[in-house]
């Protein structure tokens, strides 16, 4: 078994470190200036300061060498996943797909699995996903993740290939459940972030991340999914760290919003992405998802946050 990581982002080059311990590891690097200085540090001095790379892990920046492998690990951003796959279809053709973003494609409405179907439809997709921090899983901290594969046997052997002494996989046949709490989260991080940077507090939190679930579970339920899969890592325990954490950069995203503070445009925030397409979808499909709607409107500064907080809780009064 060959596994190569195409990203060398924080999450992706942490991935790489973990994985290193069983065996030898490429790395890919869009920029070549880039890959030869980690090759030459052994580090990724931008993305993981501090942390040493294994000797076993290389980096390159050649599409073709990175794609040899068996197993390739998608730790490109959601709303770039789609150019990478078509960009390399040939190279790529017949490979396990691991998708490791979080997010819906704003075009198409789609998760991460789903644009893997779609470009390469003899690809086998799968998806990781689940509570995890890139620098934990740099430094060797336990952390545990969703593999979603529709096809039983290849999770399970999927399950053990990328299992590692400080990651542990739980499997899922379940893909759409697991691409709907790994995206929605994201948005539910932003809304938890402008309570916090607004100073609305902890029990504003708490209650926003409730309802915040409600919404991750009308719209998994709605779109065919598993409640059970919601109530795992990819769905619930994403949401926890996600939504209390400064680490997370779609929570650090509410708080400059909350605050009244500029953001800088250079951070990958999947969660802006997905409130727009998951909006969207939501209103095609005939769902409420007032957190998430509220939260575009929060980013396309259609509404302040003290008037989306009035907003929220002027709401009809229901059942919970």
């Known amino acids: ?69 068996e197993i390739l690990l998608l730790a490109v951003p959601m709303q770039t996943l789609r150019s990478v796959l078509s960009e390399n279809k040939a190279k790529l053709a017949g490979k396990t797909l691991v998708a490791c973003c979080k997010g819906i494609e704003l075009d198409s409405g789609l998760g991460p699995v789903a644009v893997i179907r779609e470009v390469l439809p003899d690809a086998q997709a799968a998806l990781l996903t689940g509570p995890s921090f890139a620098a934990d899983i740099a430094r060797g901290l336990p952390t545990a993740l969703t593999l979603a594969c529709e096809d039983a046997e290849a999770g399970k052997k999927l399950q053990e290939q990328l299992t590692t002494a400080n990651l542990r996989l739980y499997r899922t046949t379940d893909t759409t459940g697991a691409e709907i709490g790994g995206a929605l989260k994201n948005v539910m991080a932003i809304a938890c972030g402008a309570v916090i940077g607004a100073g609305l507090g902890d029990s504003a939190r708490a209650a926003l991340m409730t309802r915040g679930y409600a919404e991750m579970q009308r719209m998994a339920l709605a779109s065919g999914a598993k409640a059970e899969t919601l109530a795992g890592l990819s769905g619930f325990g994403d949401l926890a760290l996600t939504c209390t954490s400064d680490l997370s950069r779609n929570y650090r995203l509410g708080l400059s919003i909350g605050r009244s503070e500029e953001f800088d445009p250079s951070i990958t925030v999947e969660g802006a992405a997905t409130a727009r397409a998951v909006a969207a979808q939501a209103q095609r499909m005939g769902l409420d998802m007032p957190v998430t709607l509220t939260v575009t409107n929060l980013i396309d500064q259609r509404l302040t946050i003290s008037e989306a907080a009035a907003h929220l809780l002027k709401r009809p009064l229901k059942e919970e």
Do not use: Y
């Open 1 to 69: 078994m060959t596994i190569s990581v195409l990203g060398s982002g924080a999450f992706g080059t942490a991935l790489a470190i973990s994985l290193a311990e069983k065996g030898p590891v490429s790395l890919w690097a869009r920029n070549p200036m880039k890959a030869q200085a980690m090759q030459d540090s052994r580090r990724n001095g931008t993305r993981l300061p501090g942390v040493e790379l294994p000797e076993n892990l290389s980096i390159t920046a050649d599409m073709t060498e990175a794609c040899e492998s």
